[in-house]
């Protein structure tokens, strides 16, 4: 267990809808990173938050969104799903804003399906 | 765009060779190289390198960077079925705020018994 907390497991939903997925960082982490991973793109860097705020952004599509509350999780939302979205979605955490020497611990992710 | 390619895309061995992963890298500002292993579902941590020509160790594992050729090498000796999975290499760029990692499409090692 990396102590990094992903729920659901796994979601299946159709097109169009709306999804949340949840992580829960290591206890004292208070960055958390949103990756997806998918079986042509590999794993791509989404998006960063820092103790609540914003800090970096990557390739993260216009519907999506996240944010990190002020108990530290963090949620990413992602809505009119197509099947192109279909992926394991990663969260993973780290102490410091700019990242650890050891590179951060990930989460074991939720396996999204569109249909 | 940063960028990095892993070579071989797959890798199949027997028990007891030696195998040589490839990591080669374009990075705007480079901060550090990091290998991961990837089992069934999280990546896990194996390391990070910032510096040329120094290994990095851990048991049957290593690796070493060359920041003037902009590559990376991931060594496992003496491979075992427990090495089957996919190595995956990364960058980190050095930027003003944040972090991130860029990551390779990774090699998929199977080691037969």
């Known amino acids: 267990d990396s102590g990094v907390t992903q729920t659901p497991k796994h979601l299946i939903t159709a097109t169009g809808q709306r999804v949340t997925l949840r992580c829960s960082p290591r206890s004292g982490d208070l960055s958390v990173y949103w990756y997806q991973q998918s079986l042509d793109q590999g794993l791509q860097f989404l998006i960063q938050?820092?103790?609540?705020?914003?800090?970096a952004k990557g390739n993260i599509l216009e519907r999506f969104s996240a944010q990190q509350f002020p108990d530290l999780h963090s949620e990413l939302n992602l809505s009119s799903l197509e099947l192109g979205d279909s992926a394991l979605y990663f969260c993973a955490s780290s102490v410091e804003q700019a990242g650890p020497s050891y590179g951060y611990t990930f989460g074991s992710g939720t396996r999204l399906t569109v249909v | 765009e940063d960028k990095v390619v892993q070579s071989p895309l797959s890798l199949v061995v027997h028990e007891g060779d030696t195998v040589t992963l490839n990591c080669s890298y374009e990075?705007?500002?480079?901060?550090?190289l990091l290998w991961y292993k990837q089992e069934k579902k999280a990546p896990t941590f194996l390391f990070m390198l910032?510096?040329?020509?120094i290994e990095k160790k851990s048991g049957r594992l290593s690796s070493i960077l060359d920041k003037k050729e902009l590559f990376s090498i991931l060594n496992i000796t003496a491979t075992q079925t427990g090495d089957s999975a996919v190595y995956l290499c990364a960058v980190r760029p050095r930027m003003e705020y944040g972090n991130k990692l860029v990551f390779g499409a990774g090699t998929i090692l199977r080691v037969k018994s």
């Open positions: 938050y820092y103790n609540g705020e914003e800090r």
């Open positions: 910032t510096s040329s020509g």
């Open positions: 990075v705007t500002n480079f901060r550090s």
